[in-house]
């Protein structure tokens, strides 16, 4: 195998396959990228047995063939090539090397066969569609917070991607929830989804699809069966399994009796809550919110290190309430809103507080109050 | 030079005999009264009650032990003569010394007087952290104005009161740090007082083994020899970095400890760092549903407990022992500190789901770790999980019931089985 390429294109196939390979694991090849060169392409393919994907990239193919590489290694390499570099690579089967050459620099690094190399199995995909890369990009960058880590409740480590009933029919919705805060967003439903089965996208799965979808115009080719899930744009296929379990009935903890309503500028509020949150304790960051007519006091005590107080002109016009939240999960949820006002939904200070955009319904948010 | 007698507890200066009482009992040393750090240690305490309760045992060599383990608890100064030491396996012992007097420990017996000596401790200095039922460090730093004394004079007091009072006799390390004072308690053994002062600290230490280092056992020491680390000179011949590489942490405090460094202060109220709870079955099973009544009991244990303390913990903790004697520990860290045995319980059951390891089991243990105050506990709730407020609610009005009428008053159906 021989070819010649730019080392831009490069970087951006090798870089992406870097993050997939597993930092620490113990079975060599899989800390490796493959690299096929054929006709007037070479595909960048690396895997964590969860997830591949497949980067295909033009380049100027002398020999074809394939190898594989220590991804980490080639990515630090190529990094450090000067930009706009042409970069050679050429496989010494024989000697079990790779020699990349660029200009001066020349390095050679030890492969492994592409036979050992993990191919994830193939699967017949239920339902395909196109979706638009800004439509996904909202899917997923508006839930992954609500993402929990909790390695008990595993089915909670993605966001749960399926079909559901919206306010004007069908949507395409993502959720994630960690058992404190919970975020539900609804999307268009794409002509051939309505079929489709409801998946968890696991989390680095979520990290890893985000490089795909930064282009406004992109359209992305979806693809979900039972197990697997692909998301694929003419240059890229990430092809991920999904997590294997149910994911828990999130209609019931979404609120409908809520009826104190709290209507405040989002910016604003945000600071607010990030400057009283200040003082608070490490441990517990709680923050409490004082209702009176039109006016919302922030507060924080913290007996061991200090107490701080802001209030805030807001609408609100229901009876007096003392509600207590985690800092940081406000902080989170007001940083979803973009365009409008934040519209908080209150009902006890005991009970779960629905969050949304103005009334924009297809995005909500389900906060659990705090004992302060 | 500054001599203190620690019979008739004269200061003079000057060598030889006591001026006052002509007894020879004399500790002297330039930094005598300048030095504030002091490790106070019973001699053969456990083998010192036995002969002070039952006179007959008095010029026997004595060894405390025995029960079901069969090994040496603490022996007498006479036992030792014969090379009779603490945790020796007692047919060994016997062998060595077949005249010994085996005698069963008295707990009860050893924790009166070890309340007794703490309380004469307190007296002098309310910095004592004790270390367990017959040794202790004491910070007497600034204590000299109100006892009208330096502290070397209050801590021969204290030996002399102990032996009077209470017929058993300590020694004491007296230095600049917790190290040293420790270090020193045992250099003068029984009924010693031993100085180690600033000037002396690199001299003292330089041909030493590093096994004088608390917490440098055998597995440690052989590692450091590895590195040709025998004495204290070669560690202080070893860069700072280089230790830290090669040791970790424990490399850095190597590196202050070789120069007789300890910046660890007396503390009075050592931290808890965690609680537990396990029993031992009276007959290995395998049963879930006995197991789990087992793991109910247990994480209601540790919830009293904690909730005694104020404390909650982070960390839920599982041990189980299988018939063979081989221990499983499963952890889980919670998001938010918890003190409720409901939570406790439920955690710990998710992790005995997780065990793998076939049974039967003949010992289960529930712990929570790294403990916050009870303030911060408990304060959110779970969304996917509405019944866990109700369930909270329930069990913090059980606690008041249990208060008023008694922990049997009510109990769960599981903790039954």
Known sequence: MKFSIERGVLLKAVAQAQSVVERRNTIPILANVLIEAEGSDVLFRATDLDIEVVDKAPAQVERGGATTVNAVTL?????????????????????????????????????????????????????????????????????????????????????????????????????????????????????????????????????????????????????????????????????????????????????????????????????????????????????????????LTLSVNAPDSGAAEEELAVAYGDEPLEIGFNAKYLLEIASQVDRENAVFMFNSSGDPTLMREGNDTTAVYVVMPMRV | MPALCRDCLTSFDGPGRCPACGRPRVTRHEELHSLTIAHMDCDAFFASVEKRDNPDLADKPVIVGGGRRGVVSTCCYLARIKGVRSAMPMFQALKLCPDAEVVKPRFDAYVAASKAIRAMMDEL???????????????????EKLHGAPPAVMLARLTKRMKDELGLTGSIGLSHNKFLAKVASDLDKPRGFSVIG????????????????????????????????????????????????????????????????????????????????????????????????????????????????????????????????????????LRHPTQIADTIYRTARDLFDQVNEPGPYRLLGVGISQLAHADSADLEGDLLDPGAEARARAERATDKIRARFGDDAIVKGRALR
């Open chain 1, 75 to 295: 990515n630090e390499i190529v990094r450090k090539l000067p930009d706009g570099a042409l970069v050679t690579l050429t496989d010494d089967s024989a000697a079990g090397r790779l020699t990349i050459d660029a200009g001066r620099s020349n390095f050679a690094l030890a492969t492994l066969p592409k036979e050992d190399f993990p191919v994830m199995a193939s699967s017949e995909y239920a339902a395909n569609f196109a979706a638009s890369a800004p439509a996904l990009r909202r899917l997923f960058d508006k839930t992954k917070f609500a993402i929990s880590t909790e390695e008990t409740r595993y089915y909670l480590n993605g966001v749960y991607m399926h079909v559901a009933d919206g306010d004007g029919g069908k949507v395409l919705r993502g959720v994630a929830t960690d058992g404190h805060r919970l975020a539900r967003i609804d999307t268009d439903l794409p002509e051939g989804a309505a079929d489709m089965a409801g998946v968890i996208v696991p989390r680095k799965t979520v990290g890893e699809l985000r490089k795909l979808l930064d282009d406004d115009e992109a359209q992305i080719a979806v693809s979900v069966s039972e197990t697997k899930v692909r998301f694929a744009t003419p240059a890229i296929t990430l092809t991920s399994k999904v997590i294997d379990g149910t994911f828990p009935d999130y209609t019931r903890v979404i609120p409908q009796g809520n009826t104190r309503r709290l209507e405040v500028d989002a910016a604003e509020f945000a600071k607010a809550v990030d400057r009283v949150a200040t003082v608070s304790s490490e441990r517990s960051r709680a923050v409490k919110l004082s209702l009176e007519e039109d006016r």
């Open chain 2, 198 to 333: 600033k000037a002396e600290t690199r001299s003292f230490l330089a041909d030493k083994p590093v096994r004088l280092i608390w917490g440098i056992g055998p597995v440690a020491q052989q590692s450091l020899a590895k590195a040709g680390i025998h004495t204290f000179d070669d560690l202080t011949r070893w860069d700072r970095r280089d230790l830290h590489a090669r040791f970790g942490s424990t490399g850095e405090r190597l590196w202050h400890l070789a120069r007789g460094e300890d910046a660890r202060r007396v503390s009075s109220h050592t931290p808890v760092k965690g609680l537990s709870n396990e029993t031992t079955f009276g007959e290995d099973t395998s049963d879930p549903d006995i197991l789990d009544g087992h793991i109910w009991r247990m994480a209601e244990k540790v919830s009293s407990r904690a909730k005694a303390k104020d404390k909650a913990g982070r960390v839920v903790t599982l041990k189980l022992k299988r018939a063979d004697h081989s221990l499983i520990s499963k952890r889980l860290s």
């Open chain 2, 125 to 143: 200095t309310p910095v004592v952290e004790p270390l367990s039922l017959d040794e202790a460090f004491m910070d007497l730093t600034g204590t």
